[in-house]
């Protein structure tokens, strides 16, 4: 029978870098300078944005399933090919690239295969016959194999389970369902698997959260140590700061479903913005469906910004977008911080065979201790700062501050009302203060307003955000301030946004977006040095500015 899908199977393209073309691609520096590379200076890497295919029917056999999935892997081949001859190293897909998007609590059991613990024993799915009931597994671990490249794939998981004291949420069916990330060695190697922790809306009602030590995602190439996260978590603490803060992990992969919401969370704003705050590689891959509101993915280079992104609300094919990346320094993990030693806890109570289910390279982190690092040859100190209260002096606002909504979030704003002026805005106790002046040329047809947040965000899910942010208004009435909108005209000559306020434990992300959903280059265009909490512009961006701001999340308030 025909398989009811939503879009016809189309091949991707690999794209060339320099200025935005007509795919949306975009590469930054194609050469990587750093001078903390260690041996090699760079390895390359792909991230591949997936027009995946859907089922659209209520329900679906076994057999479908797996002749959807495959096609779509038929496509992951295809780019793993052109990514081979390009000397791609390692290879990322995104979310729900293999199951598609449209799965649901009554489908997503033909879609699920069994996901062996990588650690406790070597196992290469594509050589092993006892997995011959997990085909999709099998066939990633033989692209791996056959073409020697990393490869990390995302898919829906099973774990029988009994319900028991120790089990008390198994579901009735006697199977635990999870959102899961694989990552295979160039030899084909299952080295790592992680169950997405921070579940997204639906997916809470078709997979449980990942758990314990043994879910952490880590594993070791010969291009470093790379640890894995997926979409929804790049908002919440856990797994990034025990992974990032708490050991030292300085490559993030990030398979990734991401819905793009302007002006504050685009894919590839946040993916930036996640990436300067963490100083860390991030490899992102996501989906590829501009009709769902789904584009945006790259290679970033952790407070030096993107290397190469792609973002295109027009193109509806996949796209694969390659770059290189520095070989990062593995960082001293830090036993002191009360994420280590929470784990260390949890890993104390671990029998030796159970020891044996977590990731190595977390056991030889907690069993050597803070003094020696499991790869001391490169071993880097790291540091996560505070926000000094330093207040800028700053002139009252002509305009009286407003309520708009901005991301389902109730920002107070004020307009910029001035050729060149200061200006700030208040929220129970963080002010934002801008000073800022138009580029002469600007035509002053577009409204632009300063925005101030300070509570729990409760729209498909909750969290706490302190956030300041400049963005044009969609309109040119004030309360379309804060609405979702890809173009301007408007260039300012310079701007200057800074917090004050923020908690001490908030972690900031800056960022700034220019017209069309563009990247700025840091360092050249904008700079906001650590802790972040200042974004600032002295001769303005090259293209007309669409949002610049400091994101913060306060976890401890979620």
Do not use: W
């Given at each position: 029978m025909m398989l009811p899908l939503i879009l016809t199977c189309l091949c991707g393209s690999l794209l060339a870098g320099g200025q935005p073309n007509e795919h949306g691609y975009v590469q930054h520096d194609e050469t990587i300078h750093d001078t903390e590379n260690d041996g090699s200076l760079s390895f390359t890497a792909a991230v591949y944005q997936h027009d995946t295919l859907n089922w659209l029917l209520p329900s679906i056999s076994r057999e479908e399933a797996l002749r959807l999935m495959n096609i779509n892997v038929d496509t992951y081949e295809e780019q793993i090919i052109t990514a081979a001859s390009k000397g791609v190293s390692m290879i990322v897909f995104p979310e729900y690239g293999i199951t598609g998007l449209k799965m649901s609590n009554t489908t997503v059991t033909a879609f699920l295969e069994f996901v062996p613990n990588p650690y406790e024993r070597k196992i290469i799915p594509c050589d092993s016959i006892q997995l011959k009931d997990s085909p999709i597994l099998q066939r990633l671990s033989c692209l791996a194999k056959n073409y020697s490249m990393v490869v990390v794939a995302n898919l829906a998981a099973k774990k029988p389970c009994k319900k028991t004291s120790q089990a008390p949420d198994c579901p009735p069916d006697g199977m635990y369902k999870f959102n899961t990330d694989v990552a295979f060695g160039a030899d084909g190697q299952l080295v790592a698997?992680?169950?997405?922790?921070?579940?997204?809306?639906v997916e809470r009602t078709m997979f449980q959260p990942?758990?314990?030590?043994?879910?952490?995602?880590?594993?070791?190439?010969?291009?470093?140590?790379?640890?894995?996260?997926?979409?929804?978590?790049?908002?919440?603490?856990?797994?990034?700061?025990?992974?990032?803060?708490?050991?030292?992990?300085?490559?993030m992969v990030f398979p990734t479903g991401w819905m793009n919401e302007l002006p504050l969370l685009s894919a590839v704003e946040y993916q930036q913005a996640w990436a300067i705050s963490f100083d860390v590689n991030l490899l992102a891959a996501n989906i590829q469906l501009p009709l769902f509101q789904f584009t945006g993915g790259g290679l970033y280079n952790g407070a030096k910004g993107a290397v190469v992104y792609h973002y295109n609300m027009m193109e509806y094919k996949g796209v694969l977008v390659v770059g290189k990346l520095p070989i990062r320094k593995q960082r001293a993990a830090n036993m002191n911080s009360t994420d280590m030693k929470n784990t260390l806890k949890q890993i104390t109570k671990l029998t030796p065979k159970e020891l044996l289910k977590v990731s190595p390279v977390v056991r030889a982190i907690f069993t050597e201790g803070s003094e020696t690092s499991p790869f001391p040859e490169v071993r880097e100190e790291t540091q996560k700062v505070t926000h000094p209260s330093s207040p800028l002096q700053s002139s009252p606002s002509c305009d009286k501050?407003?309520?708009?909504?901005?991301?389902?979030?109730?920002?107070?704003?004020?307009?910029?009302?001035?050729?060149?002026?200061r200006t700030s805005v208040c929220s129970k106790g963080l002010c934002c203060y801008l000073n800022y002046t138009f580029n002469a040329n600007s035509t002053h047809t577009e409204l632009f307003a300063l925005g101030v947040f300070n509570d729990l965000h409760i729209n498909n899910g909750q969290y706490y955000i302190q956030t300041c942010a400049l963005v044009k208004c969609k309109f040119q009435i004030k309360y379309s301030c804060g609405a979702e909108t890809e173009q301007s005209k408007t260039r300012f000559e310079s701007f200057s946004l800074r917090g004050e306020g923020f908690d001490p434990s908030t972690v900031l992300f800056p960022s700034v977006l220019t017209s069309g959903v563009q990247l700025p280059v840091i360092g050249k265009e904008w700079e906001s040095p650590s802790p972040h909490d200042r974004v600032w512009s002295d001769s303005g961006t090259r293209e007309p500015l669409l949002e610049a701001s400091v994101f913060g999340r306060l976890y401890s308030k979620d």
């Open positions: 698997k992680y169950n997405k922790i921070n579940l997204y809306s990942g758990r314990g030590v043994e879910n952490l995602g880590v594993f070791q190439t010969e291009f470093g140590v790379f640890g894995l996260f997926t979409c929804f978590d790049m908002l919440f603490e856990q797994p990034a700061e025990l992974l990032v803060h708490g050991m030292g992990i300085t490559n501050p407003f309520i708009s909504l901005m991301n389902h979030d109730p920002y107070t704003f004020t307009l910029l009302t001035e050729q060149s002026a």
